[in-house]
């Protein structure tokens, strides 16, 4: 549908675990993102990765780090969450950053995550 | 800060009917998306306006933007139940950080009713 994957669609970890999410775009972008979604909460921005480079990080607590291998691939890894991490975590795509008026960004279908 | 925020936050209409959805915005912006959200799914783009633009179509859809009173509109007409989703506004800035940032209201839930 809009040529932004996730894996996994569902996952459960308890705090202690270490996971990642992955995040794969096959539109030929420059620029990923994370999002996190929260019942009731607006979308929140977590990190912004523009060829490869982190160019935004919006006061993420440490216990989530982005990495960016390369312009298709973009994961978050987990390691001792909190149960109000919990939520759905979305990946979205866009040509570029930084431009006057504006880039449509292309999401993922999200990995709903439960922390136990 | 939020920036977008949805009026209403829930939405009953019969299909067929017209549903017709507000954003109000805080600080200036360069553009302003609407995005839809099946149940648990990601986010669909549905359509863009300028700050320099004040009405858009697309197919069913209808957006204004009134950047003196920092509102949108989105209005979907001749509903149908395929139409049934959340849908939020987003607004465009640029970040601190040189970026074009898009905020995130907390939408607005549509259902239509067969």
């Known amino acids: 549908e809009t040529g932004v994957t996730q894996t996994p669609r569902h996952l459960v970890m308890g705090m202690t675990n270490k996971k990642s999410l992955k995040c794969e775009q096959h539109?030929?972008?420059?620029?990923m993102y994370w999002y996190k979604q929260s019942a009731k909460k607006p979308l929140e921005l977590m990190f912004v990765?523009?060829?490869?480079?982190?160019?935004e990080n919006n006061s993420v607590p440490s216990r989530f780090s982005p990495e960016c291998p390369n312009s298709s691939h973009l994961f978050l890894h987990l390691h001792t969450l909190q149960p109000e991490d919990s939520a759905l975590y979305l990946c979205a795509s866009s040509q570029n950053t930084g431009t006057r008026w504006g880039d449509t960004q292309y999401f993922g279908p999200g990995t709903r995550l439960t922390v136990l | 800060s939020q920036q977008g925020e949805e009026d209403p936050q829930a939405l009953s209409i019969q299909e067929g009917e017209n549903a017709t959805m507000n954003c109000s915005y805080k600080t200036s912006i360069n553009n302003l998306q609407w995005y839809r959200q099946n149940s648990g799914r990601g986010l669909v783009h549905l359509i863009l306006i300028r700050s320099n633009e004040r009405e858009k179509h697309s197919g069913r859809l209808r957006v204004t933007l009134d950047t003196s009173k920092k509102s949108s509109s989105l209005l979907i007409t001749a509903s149908r139940a395929a139409d049934t989703a959340s849908y939020f506004c987003?607004?465009?800035?640029?970040?601190?950080?040189?970026?074009?940032?898009?905020?995130f209201g907390t939408g607005t839930r549509l259902t239509i009713i067969p």
């Open positions: 539109l030929g972008h420059n620029a």
């Open positions: 990765y523009s060829l490869e480079e982190r160019v």
């Open positions: 987003a607004t465009s800035n640029i970040s601190n950080f040189g970026n074009e940032k898009l905020t």
